[in-house]
């Protein structure tokens, strides 16, 4: 006797009917009718008869009809126990950002992931990129989202979307009308940057290295390791800075900073996943990566 056996014998009890039980079950007549006939040979007992409205109980199916539904119902919970201690007990899926897309993109990000993927437990873990690669080598980190093209061995790589880095400055009336300023003006500028490690800088200074030039061509006055940090020094008129267009965009629509375009300069920069390759074949990252992939299921901030 197995659950298949009882499965099907039940299906024939409810629906009087080897055709139509059949047809539920998706299994031909005769391969039904093995099934229940393995079950009376288990069992030493008749448990159907037929009749002119199809099949009918025996007194013994009568007994095994309803034991076999509390065995059946039983599993079935037994399932779903199961199942629910599988998802909160599972490992939690630790995504490593760098600090623009931690702060300004990825949480509406992982609210609607969790939200398509019920029980998932997902950590967001904003730190800048070279602390999210020394994660993922070491594997602390499952998943990284970070600024910028990355080449590393052992790692893949997949860029996901792609924004501008601009010019901030303060919302002074000197700076009200000046919408362009040439790149020799923004070289006597006073310049607040981001740490080294950091993937808004290294998405900077790869920029400019395609011009010829470095930082230490610049009038750099700070260095900061927060985006936010760096937004107030430029407001209170401490510097200017360049930053991404999505890390900005609420400051630049309240008008409490303001943005310029350097002459004849475009700096556009990636947005990356990384991951290992092995370690993303469990089920719940292969999900992240496909939805991160996605620009209409993503959905940044």
């Not at 980190?141 to 400055?169: F, M």
Request: charged letters at 25%.
């Amino acid at each position: 006797m197995n659950l298949s056996q009882i499965e099907a014998f039940c299906t024939v009890a409810d629906k009087k009917c080897i055709t139509d039980a059949a047809q539920d079950l998706h299994l031909t007549q005769p391969a039904l009718s093995r099934q229940i006939r393995a079950l009376e040979e288990s069992l030493q007992v008749q448990l159907l008869r037929r009749s002119h409205q199809g099949v009918e109980l025996t007194e013994a199916g009568e007994i095994v009809y309803e034991y076999s539904k509390t065995i059946l119902e039983l599993v079935g919970s037994m399932n779903k126990d199961l199942e629910s201690l599988v998802k909160h007990n599972s490992r939690p899926l630790i995504i490593g950002a760098s600090t623009t897309l931690g702060n300004y993109a990825l949480p509406c990000s992982v609210w609607t992931f969790k939200e398509k993927n019920p029980g998932s437990n997902v950590i967001l873990r904003v730190t800048n990129t070279e602390e999210v690669l020394r994660g993922l080598l070491n594997k602390t980190v499952d998943i990284g989202v970070i600024e910028g093209p990355v080449y590393h061995q052992g790692l893949v790589t997949r860029p996901i979307a792609r924004d501008e880095l601009v010019l901030i400055t303060p919302p002074e009336p000197l700076w009200r009308e000046k919408v362009e300023v040439t790149l020799d003006e923004v070289r006597q500028m006073p310049l607040v940057v981001r740490e080294p490690g950091s993937g808004t800088r290294k998405s900077l200074e790869s920029l400019l290295q395609e011009i010829g030039l470095t930082l230490s061509d610049f009038n750099v006055v700070m260095e900061l390791n927060s985006t936010d940090a760096i937004k107030s020094a430029v407001q209170s008129g401490r510097g200017v800075s360049i930053l991404s267009r999505l890390s900005v965009r609420k400051e630049l629509q309240s008008g409490v900073i303001k943005a310029a375009k350097i002459r004849g300069v475009s700096f556009v920069h990636s947005y990356t996943i990384v991951y290992d390759q092995a370690r993303a074949r469990d089920p719940l990252q292969s999900r992240f990566i496909a939805f991160m992939r996605s620009p209409k299921e993503r959905g940044f901030c």
